[in-house]
């Protein structure tokens, strides 16, 4: 049963470039978390979406930012028209249910030149 | 605000000793506590999940929970040079969103 995959590990963009994050959840697993992590600090919850819908958006920037978890594909974090500030490490977790565990990813470095 | 509190590190022990980490959370209606470990540029690791007062134990890992106070804790026996790693207290609140403390560092010295 392969883990929860992030892709791409690394990414670089260039200010005003959008930014496509991908998490495709561990087998069964219905339910994704996206947290966003700078260096020396905490994770930061962004959003918690289930199949289709968004459950939980509080985290999110009002704007740039929007996440999606398609009926059939992998959840999708986009960062549109980035910037210095969004440089860091992004996690997604998935959980079958909505009091479970939660897994990680290997996250994905933003970088933002 | 919902929140989680860790108690602030860094916290350093010798090698073979007892880490005492605490956490204590805002929402009483909490059902689900975790505790994750995160090695520096790693993602974290689940390593307890408690639901149910009293203590839970995995092999070194011992986790307390009490819900009257609030508060759940995680012990780690005999502790390791390969424990040094910062330890996230987890905790999903009654709106169902998995929120995290801001961690404690632990140390061990050799």
């Known amino acids: 049963n392969a883990g929860v995959m992030q892709n791409p590990r690394h990414l670089v963009r260039r200010r005003g470039q959008e930014a496509r994050l991908r998490c495709s959840p561990m087998k069964g697993h219905s339910h994704v978390y996206w947290y966003r992590q700078l260096p020396e600090e905490g994770l930061k919850f962004m959003v918690y979406l289930q199949k289709e819908n968004i459950i939980d958006e509080s985290g999110m920037p009002k704007e740039r930012f929007s996440a999606e978890f398609p009926k059939e594909g992998p959840s999708i974090l986009r960062i549109q028209q980035v910037v210095r500030g969004d440089s860091a490490a992004y996690f997604c977790?998935?959980?079958?249910?909505?009091?479970?565990?939660?897994?990680f990813g290997q996250g994905t470095r933003l970088t933002v030149v | 605000q919902k929140e989680v509190e860790q108690n602030s590190g860094p916290l350093s022990v010798p090698e073979g000793a007892i880490a005492s980490l605490n956490c204590t959370y805002s929402d009483r209606g909490s059902q689900s506590f975790f505790w994750y470990r995160q090695y520096s540029g790693k993602s974290p690791e689940l390593i307890m999940s408690i639901y149910s007062n009293g203590d839970k134990e995995d092999g070194r890992f011992t986790a307390q929970l009490n819900k009257a106070s609030q508060y759940v804790s995680l012990l780690i026996r005999d502790s390791q040079p390969s424990d040094s790693a910062t330890y996230l207290c987890a905790v999903i609140f009654n709106d169902y969103k998995l929120s995290f403390g801001a961690g404690t560092t632990v140390t061990v010295r050799a």
């Open positions: 977790a998935s959980s079958p249910g909505q009091l479970n565990e939660a897994f």
